[in-house]
């Protein structure tokens, strides 16, 4: 089951807001977490017993970190060892069997379970800032399992750090003008994912699939800025509308996404993409590892530990660790360079660098293979004598499409945002009239994209497969 499904729209969400709050207040986690794991089950049953016993045995393993004085931080690195293990297991097992030709029918066939990147991190965490001091242990097991199975963050994020929820999981604020603003995130988030990424997105799969044959230079790079915004507005509409889903249950959850894509730097970008992966890498990683407290030598060996490490979360093969390299090069040479020559640099400079690093990088990140990107990056930089593209591929270049990819663009740079915000301060729009253009544009978009959500098959969530 996903956000932009008919199913949880008009069933799974109303019936669950209904119940939660039609009981009392204490049985509105027990609501939360039955809804949790059929929503989880929805998607998956082979795993379910997975997440249960993640549930149960960090349950376990946080009590016994608080009780214990000797030998915490080995039953720490126990603990988190374990998380880790079926991780390792399930995600990288294949990989490393195919790697060094090791013949198994069963690890060739395993399945991903769903949400155990995150689930797993959040679990990790849990016993982290319990070993810390950060947090207390939890002792109520349904507030235990509501950390991990919370529906709105379980199988795409984002990702939450426990001490930034432990005490919403016994008391939450159920306001009226939370309850708001979360339908209003929600329906900008499903907005961003159906109306935007699934528009350009259609464009990406045709040019980096090859499904209708060969193509131009430039329709490489029409492939490519494609997916560049279908990737943003994919991954930051679905957390929107988990956030937002989170308000509506009491819940705050930090913002995930600060337009990236404005950012003059592969360094601030880091900073506004992702940012609960890239913070737990910083708390949890980066900063055990010595952050940048040993000297610049340490600090870019640091750096490309923690961007191998995010590349290989985010999925089992080469492309992946290659994105991660990549990133975390340019991260290195932004510090060797020193950050105050960046500044001098004109500002339309150091975005055109932005865009070219990070598009290559989507290049890797969305091929099935180092061949195909490496394939993609040829077709991108050498023009042949060979540009000829097919009549199947040019159709897909429709009005619509570059009408949605110009708003898309225009949007992820901030400038619509930057242009109501320079509205409201030079007060040629009022607060008053402000509200209810966002009303009736809210309305629009919610109709708008129940029509997509209805009449349209083309539905992916690209990070329901990390």
């Avoid at 290559?360 to 990056?377: K, Q």
Wanted: glycine share 6%; proline share 2%; charged share 15%.
């Amino acid at each position: 089951m996903v956000f932009s499904s008919t199913i949880f729209l008009f069933a799974f969400l109303p019936i669950c807001l209904l119940l939660y709050y039609l009981v009392n207040q204490k049985y509105k986690n027990i609501v939360l977490l039955c809804f949790s794991i059929v929503f989880y089950a929805w998607g998956e049953t082979t795993y379910i017993w997975l997440i249960g016993a993640s549930i149960v045995f960090n349950y376990l393993f946080g009590i016994l970190l608080s009780k214990i004085e000797r030998f915490k931080l080995s039953t720490l690195l126990l603990g988190v060892f374990i998380n880790v293990a079926a991780l390792f297991f399930y995600k990288y097992s294949g990989f490393f069997a195919q790697l060094f030709h090791f013949q198994n029918d069963y690890l060739k066939q395993l399945a991903l379970p769903l949400g155990i990147s995150f689930y797993t991190f959040h679990s990790i965490s849990y016993l982290v800032d319990i070993y810390r001091k950060k947090a207390t242990p939890q002792f109520n097991f349904i507030k235990m399992g509501l950390y991990i199975v919370n529906f709105p963050q379980l199988v795409a994020g984002p990702i939450i750090r426990y001490h930034d929820v432990e005490h919403q999981l016994t008391f939450r604020n159920h306001f009226l003008n939370r309850f708001n603003n979360g339908v209003k995130l929600f329906i900008y988030g499903l907005a961003k994912k159906m109306i935007i990424a699934n528009t350009v997105g259609i464009v990406a799969d045709v040019v980096f699939d090859k499904s209708y044959g060969s193509f131009s230079n430039l329709y490489a790079w029409i492939g490519v800025f494609s997916y560049t915004l279908q990737i943003y507005f994919d991954f930051s509409g679905y957390s929107d509308m988990a956030i937002g889903i989170g308000k509506m249950f009491g819940f705050e959850f930090k913002q995930n996404f600060k337009l990236p894509y404005s950012s003059t730097s592969i360094r601030e970008f880091w900073q506004k993409w992702h940012i609960s992966l890239s913070n737990w890498f910083r708390d949890y990683v980066y900063i055990p590892l010595g952050g940048n407290r040993y000297g610049g030598v340490r600090t870019g060996i640091n750096l490309m530990i923690v961007f191998v490490l995010c590349g290989f979360w985010h999925g089992a093969n080469f492309t992946f660790l290659f994105w991660g390299l990549f990133h975390g090069f340019f991260l290195v040479l932004e510090r060797v360079s020193n950050y105050r020559f960046f500044d001098s640099i004109p500002k339309i400079i150091k975005l055109i660098y932005v865009w070219l690093t990070v598009m290559i990088g989507w290049v890797f990140f969305r091929s099935n293979s180092m061949e195909d990107a490496i394939s993609m990056i040829q077709k991108m930089f050498y023009i042949t004598s060979n540009t000829r593209t097919m009549p199947d591929v040019a159709s897909f270049i429709t009005p619509y499409f570059i009408f949605i990819s110009i708003i898309g663009f225009l949007i992820s740079i901030g400038l619509l945002k930057n242009g109501v915000l320079y509205c409201l301060k030079k007060r040629m729009l009022n607060i008053t009239m402000f509200r209810k253009l966002e009303s009736f544009m809210l309305l629009l978009l919610l109709f708008w994209s129940v029509l997509e959500v209805t009449n349209s098959s083309y539905n992916p969530f690209i990070y329901f497969r990390f």
